[in-house]
């Protein structure tokens, strides 16, 4: 018998109803991502603020963290978490992408996210990156950064009392 698949539909960038489909109905070439979203992203700006790291409200109005993103076969019986877990952070890291820019990412620790990945690829999901590292990325793509200026970061991060970042239920999408 196969387990629902409960996932909310984005209608003009905001959550919409929720829909419901059986993991047999999901086409077998497709892929599944699957993220929370960050529910006080005011949180998340302060920390920013307070460690002088570039953010931008485009991403701010889109805080997530990644549970599983999988380009393998998605008919594997899943089932979105619907609870809601808090994050604390770790320590910034900016992460190189295309054309010499690249992103700040604040790593987190969730035991809970771990575990839904762990959940996902227990269930045959092939993760993309193999080590699974929760992070909020707060930004669109940046110059390149020095690790004395990552270093500087981390070391006000390191001054500031732990925050509280609340992350909503999971969201599965279908990759085409």
Not at 31 to 55: H, I, K, M, S, W
Not at 62 to 90: F, G, I, K
Request: with cysteine.
């Amino acid at each position: 018998m196969p387990i629902k698949i409960y996932s909310h539909i984005r209608v003009n960038g905001r959550l919409g109803q929720i829909s419901y489909r059986s993991t047999d109905q999901l086409a077998a070439e497709k892929g599944l991502y699957v993220e929370r979203r960050v529910t006080n992203r005011y949180a998340v700006q302060e920390l920013c603020a307070a460690c002088d790291v570039p953010f931008s409200h485009e991403c701010m109005n889109d805080l997530h963290v990644t549970v599983m993103y999988s380009t393998t076969n998605t008919n594997v019986p899943v089932q979105a978490e619907t609870s809601r877990v808090v994050a604390h952070q770790l320590k910034w890291e900016w992460w190189p992408g295309h054309n010499g820019e690249g992103y700040w990412v604040l790593l987190i620790e969730c035991s809970d996210l771990n575990a839904s990945n762990k959940r996902y690829i227990d269930a045959g999901c092939t993760p993309t990156f193999k080590d699974y590292t929760p992070h909020v990325t707060v930004c669109t793509p940046t110059d390149v950064v020095s690790p004395e200026k990552v270093k500087t970061v981390n070391s006000r991060l390191a001054m500031l009392p732990v925050a509280s970042i609340h992350l909503g239920p999971e969201l599965i999408h279908e990759l085409e």
